[in-house]
Every structure is written in C-alpha cells, then in structure tokens.
C-alpha cells in the first residue's frame, strides 16, 4: 500500500511540473495582440493614442496613433511621417511600424499611423473607401496641426504592399477626388513625398507591377 501510495504522489507531482511547465511556455508562446505590439513599440516614445479623426456614416471610429518627437527642432512644427498599413486592403492594423522611429525622433520628426477601413463585401466597403480614409486622415492632420505641434506643408506618406498602394493614391490623386468626411473636406495637407515598398500600381497591366 505504502509502495502505491508513493507511486501515486510521484506521478502525482510529476504531471502537475509537466502542466505547469507547459503552461509557462504557451503563455512565452503567446503572441501580443495588435494593440500590445503598439504598446511595446511606442515605448520610449511621445506617443498619443487612439486619437478618432473621423467617424463613418455607420458610426466606425477610425483611429490613429502619433509619435511626437522629443525634442522641438523646427520653428513651424514637426514635419510628419504618416504611415499606412499594408494587408490586401482587407487585413491588417496600424501597429505595424516601418522605418526607425527613434531615428525620426531624433531628426524632430513626427509619426503619424493610421487605421482605414478594410474591405468588406458584406458592409459595401470597398477599395474607394480605404483612399477616402487615408485622405481624411491626411486632412485630420492639417487641421490639428497647430494642435500636435505639426507642420502640415511637410507630409511625408509612407506604406507598404496595399499600404503602398494607398500611400501614393494619398499624394498623386487629386483632393477633391476622394472625399467623406465633409467636415474635413476643406483642408489641404502638403505633402512632399510618398514612398510605396512593393505596391501595386495597376489592375490592368499586370506586367507594371514588376
């Protein structure tokens, strides 16, 4: 009795260091959530969050995140890198930040990262709405600039694949061609470049894409 006694503590005890152990590593295997990722990216930094800079006719709220830097080098404010997210346009969140940050910071640049609506037959969201979304955001910035600190004469748009895309439909396409936010409607950001990694430039010739 006192031999299956032991027996029975032993595996007892060894099957519950086994569950434990394999419970610390699925919480280390635990991937953070989007927001989390932002969370740990922006530490260290001026970072104002979930910043609303428009809300759609069905009540989204579209948000965004900017980075101020540290230091105030410019006499007109900040200029700013606005960062769009890739994803196929219908996956993907503002949490993925490209280019060094930190390297902005330093320069007295500022970064902006945006959400925009991701397609979506079943809401009626298409391609259209992204480029509304992202110009809207653009146009938040301008009138808030004084707000942040901002120069809004010097927008810098940046994105990859889909946010890519989205970044040079920003800056090569006219304002008044895509437009939601009436309210936003009337304000003109500046912008001085836009750099698309890997987007894509035609539905229509595929050959263009290379």
Request: aromatic share 14%.
């Given at each position: 009795m006192r031999i299956m006694n032991r027996l029975f503590l032993r595996t007892f005890l060894t099957v519950s260091f086994l569950a434990a152990s394999?419970?610390?590593?699925a919480q280390q295997d635990k991937k953070p959530t989007p927001y989390e990722r932002g969370t740990m990216q922006y530490k260290g930094h001026n970072a104002i969050?979930?910043?609303?800079y428009k809300t759609t006719a069905d009540g989204q709220k579209l948000e965004m995140d900017i980075i101020l830097p540290k230091?105030?080098?410019y006499k007109n404010g900040a200029p700013v890198v606005l960062q769009i997210h890739g994803g196929g346009w219908h996956s993907g969140d503002r949490f993925h930040l490209g280019g060094d940050v930190a390297y902005y910071d330093k320069?007295?640049?500022a970064t902006a990262t945006v959400s925009y609506r991701l397609i979506s037959l079943e809401k009626g969201i298409t391609m259209v709405d992204c480029i509304k979304d992202v110009k809207d955001a653009a146009r938040f910035l301008a009138k808030n600039a004084k707000k942040y600190g901002l120069d809004a004469s010097r927008i810098a748009v940046w994105g990859h694949s889909a946010g890519g895309h989205l970044s040079l439909m920003e800056v090569l396409t006219s304002n008044k061609d895509f437009v939601d936010d009436k309210d936003l409607a009337k304000y003109e950001p500046k912008f001085v470049c836009a750099v698309g990694l890997a987007p894509i430039v035609s539905f229509v010739n595929p050959k263009a894409n290379d």
């Open positions: 394999f419970s610390g590593f969050r979930d910043i609303v230091e105030k080098l320069k007295g640049v």
